[in-house]
């Protein structure tokens, strides 16, 4: 018997016919028919499974969080007094207008998602993660900033994982605010004296 001819081992045929049982990648055929249907959804895919409406309604509060941290800087802003308040006050201007961002970034994908973003001022604090603040002392004010993003790193942490791979483009948004809350803190707890 030649090499050629030579029959294969048994652990070459187990590697072989292991390979043969393994699942393969592939595309749910019946989802991708799904997609050309009801065109009217956007981007809305039966991908979404019964997630989306979940998914709409977290993200509807944390609309109202960052609404209400947009409320919280801006009068952080204009009521801050002291000596070293005006770069501080600047500070809070740049974090009303990043959250101010994030809100249009969530509402966005509120829309795209086939939702409607809860603007209703009515009950802005009651599906706000973090509260509005109207304390008039400079360090009161870094204080309840600072509570404030760490509210929203939790939340949005917590959405994240949530979320997971059931919407991705929701997850790497969520990831992109987390990221510059993240940031907001750090700059807060620099400021904050003991």
């Known amino acids: 018997m030649s090499a050629l001819e030579k029959p294969m081992s048994s652990s070459s045929a187990n590697v072989q016919s292991l390979h043969d049982e393994t699942p ?7 989802a991708l028919e799904a997609a050309k249907r009801s065109l009217e959804k956007g981007a809305v895919t039966p991908s979404y499974g019964p997630w989306r409406e979940d998914i709409i309604a977290l993200l509807n509060d944390a609309l ?18 002291g000596l070293s308040s005006p770069a501080i006050a600047e500070e809070f201007l740049v974090h009303a207008q990043e959250e101010t961002a994030h809100s249009e ?29 109207e304390s008039s ?23 994240i994982a949530l979320i997971g791979d059931k919407d991705s483009t929701t997850r790497r948004i969520l ?20």
């Open 24 to 30: 393969r990648l592939k595309l749910d055929e019946a």
């Open 137 to 159: 002392d400079l360090q009161a004010m870094i204080r309840s900033n600072l509570i404030a993003e760490r509210v929203a790193i939790e939340a949005y942490s917590q959405m």
């Open 64 to 81: 109202a969080t960052e609404i209400v941290c947009t409320l919280r800087y801006k009068r952080h802003y204009y009521t801050a007094k």
């Open 175 to 194: 990831e992109s605010i987390l990221s510059q809350e993240q940031e907001h803190a750090d700059e807060l707890s620099d400021w904050l004296t003991p």
């Open 105 to 133: 970034q969530i509402a966005e994908r509120i829309v795209q998602l086939g939702g409607e973003p809860d603007f209703a001022p009515a009950t802005l604090l009651e599906r706000s993660h973090a509260d509005y603040d």
